[in-house]
């Protein structure tokens, strides 16, 4: 497979300067054609060919300045043109089945309707083009088609004209905004639409509109008001205004990610769309506001302002990442979700960074872009961007991005003309800081502080791990928010920003008479791991007094995760246990009984850091032996906390449902204490677990119930599994969670229920939401899928074999669970490894699936 490499990058010879598209549509026939306006670029090597890319189509129609030519090859899937002069037409003609389509890139059929996925290389499926996001073009674009099938038609931009003919309509749609390929849209089908009406900051009003099928139009309320709420977010913290009078939404339920931000006309997973309070947990809700606000930023993270080419993906991912979390924080808790998104960065991304895959923000190269839209890109591109804002201020760093919104509207820029724009805007010397775009691998950072007479010497070191083709690092600046807390008061003089840019560093504090208790990367403010050596009693004290609720919540995790890496890793003899446990006890006891902190903020307090977070501690780890020691602290914390634990469930039993953040905390610590319980006293459990599931008056609630009781042996839970199956059997995506709860579960035949589901009348590889239900769900159930005998692993490679020739790119994220072979023990490793050689032996894989098992076995 040929490899791209970012510093081949070249200007495309040609300005495409008009597209004109027109569509015939049918399910299983639709003819396009295509006229593109082109000019020599000068700013470009001269060529005399255009080379216009295409992926699995054949021209049926070929022409130049209206004539039909011959002069054009066949180069693969690209068809070449020879062209005589300096500026040209070109006409030409596909026809295209969407029915056939099951990779969902390009133009499919989902459900009776027909829809897009251009990013990253899907419009080469629909027409020949110069698909690469480089070349800005405006688009026209005519679409016709049966009215009974097609009712409701939609593309980028504005509506301009429409009219009908006997069955058929159609409708002529121009978009403004030069685009490059990647955000064309188009949706044709039977649709039903929430709409309203927002006035920008520049009294203009734009009409808004969210489609779905005509049942689900009563879910669409929550998503309407996220989206008007993300409209305002932007004006009043970016300065950003939408900028034409029709804003669409369109939900799809076959869609191989969350949603896409085509111009005017995004189009959305219904994962990220749907809620009503019977259907959907809080956890979704959540998602659908973030989901949308993302997709809406991307109008000027993204499409204002696009990427010169895939290398620089995380200009537009990670910051309108950083964007949607400071948009959800400021909607909600600013540190509940500071918590969740490092919850998610550590268990994700920090993994990723530490294995085969691992890949700069920026990658040097790749074989299929597809494969790069990772949590390396996407989130730790986020706290590359939220590192640089700490260091400039709030102030400042709006100050730069104003620069770089003004600077390159309407150009397809780099992630170094972001840089820049921060660099100047914000007046900060980023030049060594740009190391973080160009090295993979999470710093570890480590501390140690010493005390002397009055003075408190902190020494930090820093180094960067090797990574695959990377083996030498330089150091990378590390801003660090740190605290030190007086024993005996427990307060502090204030937080500093202190910020290590040498492999070392030495700072001192004077005026402590007694040696301080060190709180350090508060907030997360570099995404690093801390080393330092620090004693049970004093993670106990910050667990109860630190002000910084995440440094708070990560003495907690810091407590739990060091006793389990001891616990399993060093032998502990009954007494170390014994006392560790009590520690932790403690610092529970000391949260559950906390009157200042909030519900959702007891919560993250209160949840045991994962296994997967706990085996990337390890350089080699066993899950079998991480899992039971994990289990094992549970019970003796729901044991120990028994009375606390049952007087939070009781408070919280009965709270009637509503949406505020009392409810929702209520609700989170609710089922916590539940799962606590059934690890101590599973009677118990199943008896709260089934009487909760029966009066919930939310899916919260329900589901909550029924994911305990679905780990616990009891008529119970062969009882609520049905009653849920039965209760929304005619709910996609609440089946999706009655599937992923099983493969999920705690209990211990977990694999048995997988391979039966499989075989489930509702099970199919069709839809990636259901795949992923089913079979993501079970390849982060710890002990599931690391079952001793391998077969865990054998199930997720039937999985790829069997999935990669209906949908390449669904199949491909399946294969990093098995790529972690390097890190576990090595009976399972080598199991693993036999693994990913039986896909590789396959006699064809698709290019997505080829390159991860490639790179996981290399
Ligand atoms: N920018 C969007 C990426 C995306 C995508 C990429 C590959 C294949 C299918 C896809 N669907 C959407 C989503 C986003 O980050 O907003
Ligand atoms: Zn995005």
Partial sequence: LPEIRREDYRPFPWIVSETRLDFDLGIDCTRVRSTLTIAR???????????????GIEATSVTVDGEPTQSWVMDGDDLVLTLPGDAHEIGIETEIDPSANSQLMGLYASSGMLCTQCEAEGFRRITFFPDRPDVLSTYSVRMSGSKDRFPVLLCNGNRVATGEEGDTHWAEWHDPWPKPSYLFALVAGDLVARSASFTTMGGREVELNVWVREGDLDRTEHAMESLKRSMKWDEEVFGREYDLDLFNIVAVSDFNMGAMENKGLNIFNTKYVLADPETATDGDYDGVEGVIGHEYFHNWSGNRITCRDWFQLSLKEGFTVLRDQLFSADMGSEPVKRIEDVRILRGVQFPEDSGPLAHPIRPDSYREISNFYTATVYNKGAEVIRMMRTMAGEERFRKGTDLYFDRHDGEAATCEDFVKSIEDGAALDLTRFRRWYSQAGTPRVGVTLEH???TARLTLTQTVPATPGQSEKQPMPIPLKLALFDRASGTHRGEELVILNEDRA??????FTEKPILSINRTFSAPVTIERDVSREELVFLAEKDDDPFARYEAMQELMTGHLVADVTDDLD?????????????????????????????GELL???GATYVAEQMLVADPGRIHARREALKTALGTRLAGSLQEVYARTENMPFSLDAGAKGARKVKTLALAYIAASDPAKAVELAARQYDRADNMTDRQGALMVLAGLDSAE??????DFYNRYQNNALVIDKWFAIQAGSLHPRAIEHVKALRDHPDFTLKNPNRVRSLYMAFAANPAAFHAEDGEGYAIIADLILELDPIN????????????????????????????????????KLSRDTFEQVARSLG
């Avoid at 670029?41 to 992926?55: E, H, V």
């Avoid at 403690?586 to 009984?593: Q, T």
Wanted: proline share 4%; charged share 40%.
């Fill in 574 to 602: 009954d007494d170390e246990r014994e006392a560790a446990r009590e520690d932790i006890a403690r610092a529970m006891r000391s949260v559950l009984e906390d009157d200042q902190l909030d519900d959702l903020m007891r």
């Fill in 607 to 609: 949840m045991m850091p």
């Fill in 808 to 843: 390449a790119q669904t199949t491909a994220r399946f294969v990093p669970p098995l790529g972690r072979w390097r890190r576990i023990e090595e009976k399972r490793a080598k199991l693993m490894r036999e693994a990913l050689e039986r896909i590789a032996a396959a006699p």
């Fill in 506 to 511: 030495e700072v001192t504090f004077d005026g």
């Fill in 452 to 454: 002397e007479g009055e």
């Fill in 41 to 55: 670029n000068a700013k470009a090597d001269r060529s005399s060919t255009i080379r216009l890319n295409g992926d």
């Fill in 717 to 722: 839970r062969t009882g609520k599994l049905l």
